[in-house]
């Protein structure tokens, strides 16, 4: 069985300051890793996600998350956030058979001017 | 491109009341899969189909829920009777592919379901 743990529930900073939001997982196979946020009043949207290759992923709008195979770790990061950027992140895992996602219980990134 | 579509974006009913959630996938997917998130803990897979065929209805919580997928196109999610512990928000994925379940999973917006 796969699992994913956000222990962060919660994210408060200010804007232009830099942000990790924290992912590990714990899976008996191999494993692909997303990140998927949720903008207030939206739907899901894929954020980035490491099926295979480079360990470092990175998103258009400035985020990017390492794959720790060591440490079961997909940290999610930013060097400066903006206001925008207000919302909930989710971490989530498949095995390499693109089954069913397994998600984390969300972080919810607070960010204030 | 129209993206995934879920119909009602709410619904408030009341206990021991059916109700039945629909999902539109993109057009072309195979895979369409249900995920619910109740009282802010995590999301949580229910079922997923290829096609029209359920090839792991695992999460399904029990026998109040029926999901379908007729003709392989959109899906409906029954719930009756409904009961408290059911309210929280249902999501909608579909995803290209055969049946491995294909590649990355495009979300709809969801269906808050309330039961009072």
């Known amino acids: 069985a796969q699992s994913v743990t956000q222990l962060d529930s919660q994210v408060p900073v200010f804007e232009e300051a830099p942000v990790e939001l924290r992912c590990n997982y714990s899976?008996?196979?191999?494993?692909?890793l997303f990140w998927y946020v949720q903008y207030p009043n939206q739907g899901l949207q894929l954020l980035l996600k490491y099926l295979s290759g480079s360990t470092l992923v990175e998103s258009i709008n400035g985020f990017e998350a390492e794959f720790n195979k060591s440490q079961t770790s997909f940290h999610l990061r930013k060097p400066s956030v903006h206001i925008s950027d207000t919302a909930e992140y989710f971490c989530?895992?498949?095995?390499?058979?693109?089954?069913?996602?397994?998600f984390g219980t969300g972080t919810r990134l607070l960010v204030s001017p | 491109e129209a993206g995934v579509t879920q119909f009602p974006s709410h619904s408030v009913i009341e206990k021991g009341q059916t109700v039945t959630l629909r999902c539109d996938p993109i057009s072309g997917h195979d895979n369409l899969y249900w995920y619910r998130r109740v009282m802010g803990k995590e999301i949580k897979f229910l079922l997923h189909f290829v096609k029209e065929s359920k090839q792991d209805e695992s999460g399904m919580p029990n026998n109040r829920f029926l999901a379908e997928r007729t003709g392989g196109t959109y899906s409906t999610l029954k719930v009756q009777p409904a009961e408290l512990e059911d309210s929280g928000v249902y999501f909608c994925a579909s995803s290209q592919g055969g049946g491995r379940g294909g590649t990355e999973a495009f979300f709809g917006q969801g269906t808050r379901l309330t039961v009072v």
């Open positions: 899976s008996s196979v191999s494993v692909y």
């Open positions: 989530a895992v498949t095995n390499t058979g693109f089954q069913k996602l397994v």
